[in-house]
């Protein structure tokens, strides 16, 4: 079945330093794929999303661009700020039905100043 | 405006009791979605509800329910509760089209 897979955390990196976090998945067809963030404390809220083969996605900085031939979403940031701790979870929408998505086991991130 | 809100916050159950948690979506959104997240894992879809009806149902038994009220706020009941379904559980609206979903901050059970 579908199905994400996501680099293990916690990750912890230093302000200013580069962000990537890994993200594949199985899919049959072409779904949309997400990243979402959840700030401690707070809910889900979608970070970026990319719904076609090399569209990119982007916001706050963050980028990740869809690749069919690799099945990959990484998210990538150039310069991580403390603002930016928090859990990341990379999603796919299964059957394009837009409530029912397949999450990733979540990656935590910690920036230290 | 008012994002998505679910009650109760928090609460506390022992097993075989049974449990109603809410959700009221954001004005104007449709469809409501519910979710599980154990400590530790990443969400998983329990039901996705448009227009009041059932349109999708993840890999849960038969003691999860859910329904849609005319103003589409949602209810999930859980009946038996076990150990395991100790988690926060998520509820998401999202408007026909956009592609995004909107989060509540969740209702986190703890059963004893």
């Known amino acids: 079945g579908d199905s994400v897979t996501q680099m293990e955390g916690p990750v912890t990196l230093s302000e200013e330093a580069f962000l990537t976090i890994n993200c594949t998945y199985t899919?049959?067809?072409?779904?949309?794929l997400f990243w979402y963030v959840q700030y401690p404390g707070e809910g889900l809220q979608l970070l970026l999303k990319?719904?076609?083969?090399?569209d990119k996605g982007s916001n706050k900085g963050f980028e990740a661009t869809y690749r069919k031939e690799t099945t990959s979403f990484h998210l990538e940031k150039g310069s991580v700020q403390v603002s930016d701790s928090a859990v990341y979870f990379c999603?796919?929408?299964?059957?394009?039905?837009?409530?029912?998505?397949?999450f990733g086991k979540g990656t935590k991130l910690s920036v230290k100043p | 405006d008012a994002g998505v809100t679910q009650s109760p916050t928090h609460l506390i159950k022992t097993r075989g009791q049974h449990v109603t948690l809410r959700c009221s979506p954001i004005?104007?959104?449709?469809?409501v979605s519910w979710y599980q997240q154990v400590l530790g894992q990443g969400p998983q879809f329990i039901f996705q509800?448009?227009?009041?009806?059932?349109?999708g149902r993840g890999n849960f038994p038969d003691r999860f329910s859910a329904r849609q009220f005319p103003n589409y706020s949602s209810e999930l009941n859980v009946n038996a509760l076990l150990l395991g379904d100790s988690a926060l559980y998520l509820c998401?609206?999202?408007?026909?089209?956009?592609?995004?979903?909107?989060f509540g901050e969740g209702s986190r059970l703890t059963v004893l």
């Open positions: 998401a609206s999202s408007f026909p089209g956009s592609g995004e979903l909107f």
């Open positions: 899919a049959t067809g072409y779904p949309s």
């Open positions: 990319a719904t076609k083969a090399d």
């Open positions: 999603a796919l929408d299964y059957g394009g039905s837009q409530g029912n998505l397949i």
């Open positions: 004005s104007g959104h449709k469809s």
């Open positions: 509800y448009y227009e009041k009806e059932e349109r």
